[in-house]
């Protein structure tokens, strides 16, 4: 099994920026693809980001072109997500996911972290 722990969200202002960042254990090996998905109150849960095993190949949602960028360190067995010019439907709760990443999931999933943009 792989555990993931996410940290670093929290109460922004509109146009302001949060570095998201997940820390995996246990079976890292079996992690290729390193992401993030989000899911706002009331709506489902949708992609956002993922990163391949080398750092050289990446998906990003539409929404997030421009302003999330995402990163992973292998020697460490973190993936971080610097999101800028948030806005307030940025707001939800952030879950990191490891494995072998779809748009519609991953092996394995953070309890997630909350990021909430203020107007």
């Known amino acids: 099994q792989v555990q993931l722990v996410e940290s670093g969200g929290g109460l922004v202002q509109t146009g302001g920026s949060l570095r998201l960042s997940c820390a995996a254990s246990?079976?890292?090996?079996?992690?290729?693809?390193m992401g993030w998905f989000r899911q706002a109150p009331g709506k489902e849960r949708e992609f956002v980001v993922a990163v391949n095993l080398s750092g050289g190949s990446t998906m990003t949602a539409h929404f997030a072109k421009g302003r999330f960028t995402i990163s992973r360190d292998n020697a460490k067995n973190t993936v971080f997500l610097q999101m800028n010019s948030l806005a307030p439907e940025d707001t939800a709760a952030y879950y990191c996911v490891a494995g072998t990443i779809t748009k519609d999931g991953g092996d394995y999933w953070g309890q997630g972290t909350q990021v909430t943009v203020s107007s």
């Open positions: 246990g079976r890292t090996s079996t992690i290729y693809d």
